[in-house]
C-alpha cells in the first residue's frame, strides 16, 4: 500500500512537527486535537517554522502556503474515517493512548494503518486493543522533527512485514531515515538517552554542580549539539519521566529509577520549556 493522506492525532511539539513534514511532501494531512486552542497554538507553530525556511531561502512563499493548504485541522476523531495512515502523538500516557486507538479502530478504514510517536510505550499492548494488531506500529519521529532525520521504526510482536513496508516508505518519502528496531521498554533510542538524562539530573540533586555546569561539560567535552539538562526541557519533563518510569518499571531494574528531582519538578508543573520553567527559566 501506498500512503496518500494521513491523520496526526495531538498537535503539541510533536504532532506539529509531524504534521508538517507530511505536508511539506505533498500528502494530505488532518491535524486533530482535543481543543480549538490547542490546534491554533500547533498551526502557529507550523506557520513560525515555515516562515523561517522561506526567510533562510529554503522555501518560497507560495510552497509554504501551500504546505499549509494541505493541514486541514479538526477536534473530531470521526474525521479519521478516509485516511490511509492515522499517527497519535497524544500525551505519553498508556490509558489514554489506548482509547484513542480503540476509537481510531473503529472509525478509520479496514486497511489503515495505526501508527503511535510513543517514546517509550509497549506498541505490543497498544496493538492488542484492537483489532487489526498487523497494521499497528511505532512511528517514533525525533525532536525537533523538521530537523532531525531519524525515525525509529518500532515492530510490535504483531506488526506485519508488509505493514512495515509502508512505514518505511511513508518515512523515505518524508526525507528521513527508518531505522527498524524490536519492541522493548525504550526502544533503542531512549533506553540510551534517557539513563543520561536522568544521570544528569541526579548530578543536580546531589549537588556535584549547577546545571550550566553540567550542560557545559557534555557540550564542550562530548560535543553534544545540547546539553543534558538543556535537552531535558527541550523534550519536556513529563515526557523524560513517563519514559524513565517504564523503563524501571519494564526492566525491574534500579538502574532506571527515576530522579526523586525530576518527579518533585513535574508535581510542580515545572515542564521544561513548554511551561516556562524547568532546569532553565525560559522568557
Ligand atoms: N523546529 C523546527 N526547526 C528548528 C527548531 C524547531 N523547534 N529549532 C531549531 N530548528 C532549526 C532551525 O531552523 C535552525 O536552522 P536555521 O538556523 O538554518 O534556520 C536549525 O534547526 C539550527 O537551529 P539553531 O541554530 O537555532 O540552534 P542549534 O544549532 O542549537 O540547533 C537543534 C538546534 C537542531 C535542536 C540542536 O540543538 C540539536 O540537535 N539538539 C539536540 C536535539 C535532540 O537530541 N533531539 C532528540 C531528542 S529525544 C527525542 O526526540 C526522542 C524522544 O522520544 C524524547
Ligand atoms: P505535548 O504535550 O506537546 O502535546 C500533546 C498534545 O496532545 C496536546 O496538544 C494535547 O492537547 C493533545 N492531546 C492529549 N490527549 C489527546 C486526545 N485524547 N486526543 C487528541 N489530542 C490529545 O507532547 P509532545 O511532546 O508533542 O509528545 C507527544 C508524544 O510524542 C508523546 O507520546 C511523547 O512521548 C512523544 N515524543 C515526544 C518527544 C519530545 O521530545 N517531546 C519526542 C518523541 C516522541
Known amino acids: 500500500m501506498t500512503i496518500k493522506n494521513v491523520m496526526v492525532i495531538g498537535a503539541g511539539q510533536m504532532g506539529s512537527g509531524i504534521a508538517q513534514v507530511f505536508a511539506q511532501s505533498g500528502f494530505d494531512v488532518k491535524l486533530n486535537d482535543l481543543s480549538e486552542e490547542a490546534l491554533q497554538k500547533g498551526l502557529a507553530h507550523m506557520e513560525k517554522i515555515l516562515s523561517r525556511n522561506v526567510e533562510k531561502g529554503r522555501m518560497t512563499e507560495d510552497e509554504k502556503t501551500a ?26 500516557n498508556m490509558d489514554v493512548k489506548t482509547k484513542v486507538f480503540q476509537q481510531l ?25 484492537t483489532d487489526r494488531p498487523d497494521q499497528v506500529i511505532g512511528m517514533h519521529f525525533m525532536n525537533p522533527v523538521p530537523v532531525m532525520k531519524l525515525v525509529e521504526v518500532i515492530r510490535a510482536i504483531q506488526t506485519s512485514d508488509e505493514t512495515y513496508a509502508t512505514i518505511e ?12 528496531v524490536n519492541d522493548y521498554p525504550g526502544f533503542v533510542s531512549n533506553r540510551i538517552l534517557m539513563p543520561m538524562i536522568n544521570e544528569a539530573i541526579y548530578t543536580v540533586y546531589e549537588g556535584v554542580a549547577e546545571p550550566e555546569a553540567i550542560d557545559e561539560v557534555m557540550k564542550l567535552g562530548m560535543n553534544h549539539p545540547m546539553g543534558p539538562l538543556t535537552l531535558a526541557d527541550f523534550i519536556g519533563l513529563d515526557t523524560c519521566l513517563y519514559i524513565m518510569e517504564v523503563l524501571y518499571e519494564g526492566f525491574g531494574d534500579s538502574k532506571y529509577r527515576p530522579c526523586p528531582l525530576l518527579k518533585k519538578y513535574v508535581s510542580a508543573g515545572w515542564l521544561g520549556k513548554k511551561s516556562g520553567r524547568g532546569f532553565y527559566v525560559y522568557e
Not at 486541514?72 to 505519553?92: G, M
Not at 478509520?108 to 510513543?118: D, V
Open 67 to 92: 504546505t499549509l493548504n494541505r493541514v486541514q485541522t479538526t477536534s473530531s476523531l470521526n474525521d479519521a474515517s478516509d485516511r490511509d495512515l492515522v499517527i497519535e502523538a497524544v500525551v505519553e
Open 169 to 180: 516508505e511513508a518515512a523515505k518519502a518524508l526525507g528521513k531515515t527508518p531505522v527498524e
Open 105 to 129: 479502530d473503529q472509525i478509520t478504514p479496514k486497511h489503515a494503518i495505526l501508527a503511535t510517536n510513543t517514546s517509550s510505550l509497549p506498541i505490543t499492548d497498544i496493538a492488542a486493543v
